[in-house]
């Protein structure tokens, strides 16, 4: 499957605990976006990031939440001491960079007991 | 506030019918996307356009940057078309940051 990987594609955790969701870009593309869906609201963009570095993170929580792209491996969200409205759908998606369409994954479904 | 109008936010359709969505937006953008998602699934991109009309299949996409709209249709619209479809927006020179609509729900009945 050459399209972009999300892990895992549900996650179950308890309030405090942390949440790592990962993200494997398509082949070939350098950049990845991060975007959550809360029940019945529309997606919202969290974080943009080429490898190494974060290009924009105005949609991300300024507490609990991190990204990174590292230079080898999937792109990571972290979430610490999560709550119970941190239960959402989290989207990963990848472009070669540029004005290209961006590829989305299956998503992670994030529940919070 | 940068915002991103659906309508209608539910749409049933009989199978063959002909099928319109709109998306308005409120300023200047450097492109438009078109996505998919269907119950429980994930997100297929269909369109990206920043002009003109796109057609792929039975989907068309138009926009038009004057009147700050595009229209999603669906021709000869079948039962597997049911998902909910996503307007979403790079305004200005924005490269990553989409905002999206609250999409439309459509339910196409055999």
């Known amino acids: 499957n050459a399209g972009v990987m999300q892990n895992p594609r549900h996650l179950v955790r308890r309030r405090g605990q942390e949440a790592r969701l990962r993200c494997s870009p398509m082949?070939?593309?350098?950049?990845v976006y991060w975007y959550r869906q809360l029940p019945e609201e529309g997606l919202k963009f969290m974080v943009y990031?080429?490898?190494?570095?974060?290009?924009?993170e105005s949609g991300m929580p300024k507490e609990r939440f991190s990204a990174e792209f590292p230079k080898e491996g999937p792109s990571i969200l972290r979430i610490q001491q999560v709550v119970r409205g941190d239960s959402a759908a989290y989207f990963c998606?990848?472009?070669?960079?540029?004005?290209?369409?961006?590829?989305f994954g299956d998503g992670t479904r994030l529940s919070i007991l | 506030k940068n915002e991103v109008e659906q309508s209608p936010q539910n749409l049933t359709a009989q199978e063959g019918e002909f099928i319109t969505i709109n998306c308005s937006y409120s300023v200047g953008i450097s492109a438009l996307h078109w996505l998919q998602q269907h119950p429980g699934g994930g997100i297929v991109s269909l369109f990206m356009l920043s002009s003109g009309k796109k057609k792929h299949g039975r989907l068309i996409a138009t926009i038009n940057i004057q009147e700050k709209h595009s229209s999603l249709h669906i021709t000869a619209s079948h039962p597997r078309d049911s998902a909910v479809y996503i307007c979403a927006v790079n305004y200005g020179g924005s490269q990553g940051n989409l905002i999206f609509g609250k999409g439309t729900k459509l339910s196409v009945k055999p």
């Open positions: 082949k070939g593309h350098s950049h």
């Open positions: 990031l080429q490898k190494e570095n974060i290009i924009d």
């Open positions: 998606a990848s472009s070669p960079g540029g004005f290209q369409p961006q590829h």
